[in-house]
């Protein structure tokens, strides 16, 4: 699904290109989710293309036997959604006897890696992990057999799962006894509702239109939970299936999110002319003064609603940073009302957003709150120099974030800050001139390219300069239109958004050029006054 042009095109035609492909695809550019693809598979036996996903969950299994992107912390999640969705369908009886050999080999080969991850984290901060791991092996473990009855599944021989050492056993069913007693359930646990919906009672099942939560999985447990909703469930997840062969994404539609990202990527470089409408267009479609929620059915986020902001200001719309208000908890923004972790790249958007704003309306009362976000995410600077987020595997994607939104803002702390984060850039640079937590990729090889530039000086600092040389050299014999990128950002699972994701690369490879030309015509006039 890579909307890549070809690499000898100039930055212009590829922009041009990128920004008409996002605004035309109504989905956005991500890949199926193992996870969210397995729920469906579980849950929707009624959902035409079961086959597809029978197919596609035996074929994506590794080798050792997990599922799943990144490292085996990863793989944990995704692991257990594939287990429990072959034990699904074994236990329906509606697979072929080849069929059922598969997802017997496939189930037990998946038991064991589960078996041999470490008893004990750290896992990784992805979306409602805390009840999502604890309700699958509850799953799991119902499909395998009863302890209290000595029945098990065949072919498994009852090995029942334990839940890790940093999860609890009993989380899905406290949440569900929270809010029963509340008498509703909060809209952010729609999007991970499959995690909930066995320990929740009927008067707590959402009844809202559309994808619960932009979430596949949590429509097709709640279609489970209320079969009235399952010929509506159809007609939405059908659509979903049609754009990804039978198979399904993490969040559908993409399209606010992608929308926004691809912009302010590109603008980072510049905003062809010609895209300039179809942007501002998205800038005046996304922007609401109650706040931007990045996918239908989801909770309106301080980060949606800062992108929206910031967009809107590069495009010569001054929108009011207004609607950030209800996020502002005296500090720093909350991504969204009742969250329990804070996001370092939100906040770094909302800088940035507010910073554009006050160039535009350089009188508006936003410079206090500007300030206290400065000192907010110079606080969060680890101390060898980079930042981590939630919403991302890589610290390049948090400090490139942290450190363009600080540059903006200027002052001498926040020099100081990237000053610092450009050092652990140039430190932890790999020999073929990449950047990557678990391996060199070009995402964050853009992104570290861009941490760089940001802490340029007028006489730039000879090892930034190596370090930027080398990295154009691999960016420019690494890039293709085939090339997919390994999954880093974080919701349930990880996944990768195609389009924001080359939208970065695009762009970072643009200012390396012009960082070249401009070092080329500096020369040219040394030799001319010589």
Known sequence: MSISTPIGTSYTERATSLVARADQDRWGSV?????????????????????????YLLEQQAPDGSWGEGPLPYRLLPTLSGVEAALAVLRRGTASAEGTGRLTTAVNRGLDVLRSLPPVGPWPDTAAAEILVPSLIAKINEKLGSPATGED?????????????????????????RYESAGSLPIKFHHTFEGIDSYIPPALVPDVEGLLGSSPAATAARAMRSPDTTAQAVVDLTAVAKRYG???PEAAPLRVVERLWVAAALAR????V????????????????????????????ADDTAMAVLVASLVGLPYDPAPLDLFHNGSHYDCYIGEDTGSVTANAHALQALVSYLRHCPTAAYGPRAAKLCDWLTGQQQPEGHWTDKWHASPYYATARSVTALAQYGGHQA?????????????????????????STVEETAYAVKVLL???????????????????????????????HPALWHDKTLYA?????EAEVLAARELLRARRAAACTEADVERTDA
């Open 31 to 55: 890949r199926p989710s193992l996870y969210e693809t397995a729920r469906v598979l579980s849950a929707a036996p009624w959902l035409p293309g079961e086959p597809q996903r029978i197919t």
């Open 153 to 177: 599944m065949p072919g498994f021989g009852g090995r029942r799962l334990a839940v890790p050492g940093g999860f609890h056993e009993s989380a899905p069913a406290s949440v569900a006894r």
């Open 246 to 248: 039978g198979l399904f």
């Open 269 to 272: 470089a510049h905003l062809p």
């Open 274 to 301: 010609a895209v300039l409408p179809t942007v501002r267009g998205w800038a005046e479609e996304i922007y609401d003064s109650q706040g931007v929620r990045g996918a239908p059915g989801l909770m309106t986020d």
């Open 415 to 439: 020099s100081r800050a990237v000053r610092r984060a450009a050092a652990w850039t140039t430190e932890t640079q790999r020999a073929d001139g990449s950047w990557g937590v678990w391996g």
């Open 454 to 484: 940001s802490a340029a000086t007028p006489t730039p600092q000879p090892q930034h300069t190596r370090a930027l040389d080398l990295a154009e050299t691999y960016l420019r014999t690494t890039s293709h239109p085939s090339h997919q």
């Open 497 to 501: 958004p195609t389009a924001v994701i």
